[in-house]
């Protein structure tokens, strides 16, 4: 079984739409894999948002709380992402 390790969300600077960035590899993750950390159905970490990369070679398990700390309206870019 590999080791997964988990990484800290970026948000992307001067982006006219709040983006958020792997903090593996810098790759853009999608709002689609974008998800609530409730009970046992994701990831079990410290973290309330977690992000998950689908860029080939990554798939980094990716904290999204501090990015999205950075928004002025994070339950709202939330609300777009599910």
């Known amino acids: ?3 997964q390790h988990q990484y ?3 948000l992307a600077e001067g ?3 709040p983006t958020l960035l792997c903090g593996h590899c810098h790759s853009i993750l999608s709002r689609a894999r ?3 950390n409730e009970g046992d ?6 973290c309330q948002t977690i992000g998950l990369c689908s860029a080939d ?6 904290c ?3 990015a999205l700390a ?5 339950e709202r870019l939330f609300g777009i992402a599910s």
């Open 64 to 66: 999204c709380d501090d």
């Open 1 to 3: 079984m590999t080791e």
């Open 15 to 17: 982006s006219a739409v």
């Open 57 to 62: 070679d990554c798939g980094a398990v990716n």
């Open 8 to 10: 800290t969300a970026l």
């Open 41 to 46: 159905q994701h990831q079990n970490m410290e």
């Open 70 to 74: 950075r928004v002025d309206n994070p």
């Open 34 to 36: 974008i998800f609530r």
